[in-house]
Antibody, heavy 117, light 111 residues
Framework: QVHLVQSGAEVRKPGASVKVSCTAS????????IHWVRQAPGQGLEWMGMINPSGPRTIYAQKFQGRVTITRDTSTSTVYMELTSLRSEDTAVYYC??????????WGQGTLVTVAS | QSALTQPASVSGSPGQSTTISCAGTSSDVGGYKYVSWYQQHPGMAPKLIIY???NRPPGISYRFSGSKSGNTASLTISGLQSEDEADYYCSSYTSSSASVVFGGGTKLTVL
């Protein structure tokens, strides 16, 4: 069955960068887009961007343009999300999710990124 | 892109029905069938409960139904049960950036 397994929790200082991974299994990796969605503590879901693993075409939310980069490694069926110039407001759980024509059935378990000095 | 607009909270008694609205624009909710709804319990990843406006994935209770009128989508939960108490999010494709936008979320309390 389909699984998306994310890397573990990270702690970073303001101004640093973080790179979170999402390894897919149970399906053909290049068939479905992968999206990144984040959720700050007590807040709602926020779409960050997506990648076509066969492309690798990417689209980013305007809010994160210039700070986020989504890449993929087809040899390991892994998608990466790197966020730079971190600030305290970036403290959140980051999820990867597999696209199925605009909706997400399969989600990773989430990765908590904490930004604190 | 701006988030879709949902009420912050709704409530209902067991057995009753409740409806959560999701207001967008003609560039997202009103223009496409790609509206979906997610249920999220504390500490868990979101769970898809409705896709393409009014379709339920396998295993999702018939008590959950979706609809759309103009630029506003709605999620109706009938026969409320205690386990329905959760946060609910709508989502839509948006042509303004060829991407995805979420609603701000609605906390459902089952009294």
């Amino acid at each position: 069955q389909v699984h998306l397994v994310q890397s573990g929790a990270e702690v970073r200082k303001p101004g640093a960068s973080v790179k979170v991974s999402c390894t897919a299994s149970g399906y053909t990796f290049t068939t479905y887009y992968i999206h990144w969605v984040r959720q700050a503590p007590g807040q709602g879901l926020e779409w960050m961007g997506m990648i076509n693993p066969s492309g690798p075409r990417t689209i980013y939310a305007q809010k994160f343009q210039g700070r986020v980069t989504i890449t993929r490694d087809t040899s390991t069926s892994t998608v990466y999300m790197e966020l730079t110039s971190l600030r305290s407001e970036d403290t959140a759980v980051y999820y990867c999710a597999r696209d199925s024509s605009g909706w997400f059935v399969f989600w990773g378990q989430g990765t908590l990124v904490t930004v604190a000095s | 892109q701006s988030a879709l607009t949902q009420p912050a909270s709704v409530s209902g008694s067991p057995g009753q029905s409740t409806t959560i609205s999701c207001a967008g624009t003609s560039s997202d909710v009103g223009g496409y069938k790609y509206v979906s709804w997610y249920q999220q319990h504390p500490g868990m990843a979101p769970k898809l409960i409705i896709y393409d406006v009014n379709n339920r994935p396998p295993g999702i209770s018939y008590r959950f139904s979706g609809s759309k009128s103009g630029n506003t989508a709605s999620l109706t939960i009938s026969g409320l049960q205690s386990e329905d108490e959760a946060d609910y999010y709508c989502s839509s494709y948006t042509s303004s950036s060829a991407s995805v936008v979420f609603g701000g979320g609605t906390k459902l309390t089952v009294l």
